[in-house]
């Protein structure tokens, strides 16, 4: 079965950290870009992050830039998603999805995969 399952989320206080986890399963994630996307209830599906197959192009959505940091390990068929310095307005779902190719061009309009994992940013 091909899977993408996100991890990782949690309640964490404003300032706080978090990696998410996106573990692929029957496939290999290595020929293609991974990024991440967000939805919090009320809004829109945001694009916050994108890394290339290789690993060596990163992009960041201008709201977390800075702050989040997208990597991948592909002997653990993994990418990660470290976010440092949490604001409540990051509240929300995280999901992760691959790309056609290995690159992050058009990374907004890809399909989200999974059930996400939920991020709560609170006092």
């Known amino acids: 079965q091909l899977q993408l399952v996100e991890s990782g989320g949690g309640l964490v206080q404003p300032g706080g950290s978090l990696r998410l986890s996106c573990a692929a399963s029957?496939?290999?994630?290595?020929?293609?870009?991974v990024a991440w996307f967000r939805q919090a209830p009320g809004k829109e599906r945001e694009g916050v992050s994108c890394?290339?197959?290789?690993?060596?192009?990163?992009t960041y959505a201008d709201s977390v830039k800075g702050r989040f940091t997208i990597s991948r390990d592909n002997a653990k068929n993994t990418v990660y998603l470290q976010m440092n310095s949490l604001k409540p307005e990051d509240t929300a779902v995280y999901y992760c999805?691959?790309?056609?190719?290995?690159?992050?061009?058009?990374?907004?309009?890809?399909?989200?995969w999974g059930q996400g994992t939920q991020v709560t940013v609170s006092s």
């Open positions: 999805a691959k790309g056609p190719t290995g690159y992050c061009s058009g990374y907004i309009s890809w399909g989200s």
């Open positions: 890394v290339r197959s290789t690993g060596g192009y990163t």
């Open positions: 029957g496939f290999t994630l290595d020929y293609y870009a």
